[in-house]
């Protein structure tokens, strides 16, 4: 057996999610646009809109792309080294399995196993726990769990390019302080898409002035507008970033290192996670 492909393939994974990471970061510097307060006196409200906003670069979505590929290729060279651990022969067949439910199309339990079929028990439980669902947790959603959200996305990248916008307000950095006796506003933020001019967040302080010192720290950040959700709900706009680095975590950490990396020896162990050998 021989693992390095399986973890080379998820470096090379995770050298993509950072470059893409980096030039989004670098174009969506608070010095390429700006987030304007104006006052409107029928509402009461301190609208912020953007301005100047940044374009997205279409390579983003290609490099994503290539992080996506070689997430799925390393769970196929997981599977191609579970066979030959099994005592098998692989071939162009042998892949990773990744199921929504333990039923095929009519209705039937169908099983996972591998091409050609895996044999030892400890595999095959391995292979069931790692299906998306069984979920990460107690709640049972599978639309969270990465190795899900994988394949899907995969897929779509396989036919056209992954929907990407930079007009979104990145609702998970907002805050502000406030002095004692500062009114405490109201507040809404926009989750849409947005375009240049676009009011991003409404605050209302009551009849109140706005405080001087009062900053939300507005900032954008590039979401995925595709329908993560086995509904196709379209109304969740994901964040690229923590997107990129939940799934390289998902499949590195979550399936690969804690759900199958105890069935091979130890110096194939070593192999795959030379930095990390507590797995």
């Known amino acids: 057996m021989d693992l ?12 993509h ?46 490099v994503i792309g290539e992080v ?101 307000l990145d609702v998970n950095r907002i805050y502000w302080g406030a002095n004692e006796g500062d009114p405490h506003p109201t507040y809404r933020f926009s989750r849409e898409p947005l375009k240049d001019g676009s009011p991003v967040a409404w605050f209302n302080f009551g009849g109140a002035e706005r405080p001087p010192h009062f900053d939300p720290n507005l900032a954008l950040t590039v979401a995925i507008d595709e329908p993560l959700t086995p509904d196709g709900d379209r109304t969740r706009l994901t964040d690229v970033r923590p997107l990129l680095g939940g799934l390289c975590w998902g499949v590195a950490q979550f399936t690969v290192a804690a759900g199958f990396v105890h069935l091979f020896p130890a110096s194939d162990r070593r192999v795959l996670f030379p930095d990390d050998l507590a797995y």
Do not use: C
């Open 68 to 168: 996506l590929f070689n997430l799925r290729s390393a769970l196929d060279h997981l599977a191609w080294q579970l066979v030959l651990l099994d005592g098998g022969e692989p071939g162009e067949e042998t892949q990773f399995p990744i199921y929504d439910s333990p039923f095929d199309k009519k209705g039937n339990l169908r099983g996972v196993n591998l091409r050609p079929p895996i044999k030892d028990p400890k595999i095959l439980a391995a292979l069931e726990k790692a299906q998306p669902y069984n979920g990460m947790d107690d709640s049972g959603r599978i639309d969270m769990h990465p190795l899900w959200r994988l394949r899907l996305m995969n897929n779509w990248d396989k036919h056209r390019l992954l929907l990407l916008t930079v007009q979104v």
């Open 4 to 15: 390095s492909g399986v973890g080379l393939k998820i470096r090379r994974a995770e050298r």
């Open 17 to 62: 999610a950072a470059e893409v990471e980096a030039a989004m970061k670098t174009a969506l510097h608070p010095d390429h646009y700006a987030i304007v307060p104006e006052y409107d006196a029928k509402t009461g409200d301190h609208v912020y809109s953007v301005q100047e906003l940044p374009p997205v670069d279409p390579e983003w979505a290609v």
